[in-house]
């Protein structure tokens, strides 16, 4: 399939939250900030399918070269809703509870496969999913007053959800992690910037907005990069996770030979000896 192609792929349409591309970064809103952007069964499965359209398209002309998450009004995401989703569940028997919890680690899969860096903008709360979320981003920007809340086992539940067992020990390390996910206390800001948690914490009083911006130029300073390069870094990233070192060290060389094939090795060479910024393809 073409480059043309690719960006012919229609992008699904949610009605649960909203996305919109600029300047070559696509942001992702979940759009219930009267419940503090809680999920329901129908944002787990418009999230999944944007994420997964999105890696699809990511080698297209013109399309987004890196994304957003965040959430509308104060909060960034209080995780699923008591109503919609929490109360629902006591009525599931094993296999539909099980159903469910796949479809919730789908997401989270969807995140990690998808080829574009994600950046989370958290205002105030990343709590149970939503600090899962957080986490499956490859970049997280905090306001200094938020704070995630994996609070899992406060609520009777295995911290170990949607991937979170996983993901966040390869951030923090074993020790934080266990901390974290055995307690369900909250993490504040300054804490998670000591811990690798948070890649920037910003000033988020009286301005709760600013983190959002500073989200959008984070990405945005991706997205202005080199667009092949970037992708290979987060897939390799992410498979590396699974390899022994070997293995690593020759998918490594692989990758690399690939980006020095590609037009943007030349032309970053070419921009240093003529002293101008380059241009990426």
């Known amino acids: 399939m073409t480059d043309p192609d690719l960006r012919a792929l229609p992008l699904p349409r949610p009605e649960s939250f909203s996305y919109e591309e600029?300047?070559?970064?696509?942001?992702?809103?979940?759009?219930?900030?009267?419940r503090f952007n809680a999920l329901t069964f129908q944002v787990y499965r418009?999230?999944?399918?944007?994420?997964?359209?999105i890696d699809r398209r990511a080698h297209a002309e013109g399309g987004a070269r890196a994304l957003v998450l965040q959430g509308a009004g104060r909060a960034f995401c209080g995780g699923g809703d008591v109503d919609d989703i929490i109360t629902r569940l006591f009525e599931r028997d094993a296999e539909a509870l099980l159903r469910f919890t796949r479809m919730t680690g789908e997401l989270i899969h969807a995140m990690r496969r998808c080829k574009l860096p994600i950046v989370a903008s958290v205002k105030r709360v990343a709590a149970g999913a939503g600090a899962v979320m957080?986490?499956?981003?490859?970049?997280?920007?905090?306001?200094?007053?938020?704070?995630?809340?994996?609070?899992?086992?406060?609520?009777?539940?295995?911290?170990?959800?949607?991937?979170a067992s996983w993901l966040l020990p390869r951030v923090?390390?074993?020790?934080?992690?266990?901390?974290?996910?055995?307690?369900?206390?909250?993490?504040?800001?300054?804490?998670?910037?000591?811990?690798?948690?948070?890649t920037q914490v910003v000033e988020d009083e009286p301005d709760r907005d600013a983190v959002d911006r500073a989200a959008f130029a984070l990405a945005k300073r991706v997205a202005d990069g080199?667009?092949?390069?970037?992708?290979?870094?987060?897939?390799?990233?992410?498979?590396e996770l699974d390899?022994?070192?070997?293995?690593?060290?020759?998918?490594?060389?692989q990758a690399q030979t690939l980006c020095m094939q590609h037009p943007d090795f030349a032309e970053a060479d070419q921009?240093?000896?003529?002293?101008?910024?380059?241009?990426?393809?």
Request: proline share 4%; charged share 20%.
């Open 22 to 34: 600029r300047e070559r970064v696509g942001v992702i809103t979940l759009t219930r900030p009267d």
């Open 46 to 53: 418009e999230l999944t399918d944007l994420f997964t359209v």
């Open 134 to 163: 957080a986490l499956a981003s490859d970049l997280r920007v905090m306001g200094k007053g938020s704070f995630f809340s994996f609070l899992f086992p406060q609520v009777g539940l295995s911290g170990a959800d949607m991937g």
């Open 172 to 198: 923090v390390g074993l020790g934080h992690a266990s901390e974290i996910l055995l307690l369900g206390d909250r993490v504040t800001a300054d804490r998670c910037a000591q811990i690798g948690l948070a």
């Open 226 to 239: 080199p667009h092949f390069a970037a992708r290979m870094t987060k897939t390799m990233l992410q498979q």
């Open 243 to 253: 390899m022994d070192f070997t293995a690593a060290i020759e998918a490594e060389a």
């Open 271 to 281: 921009a240093r000896q003529a002293k101008r910024p380059p241009t990426w393809r």
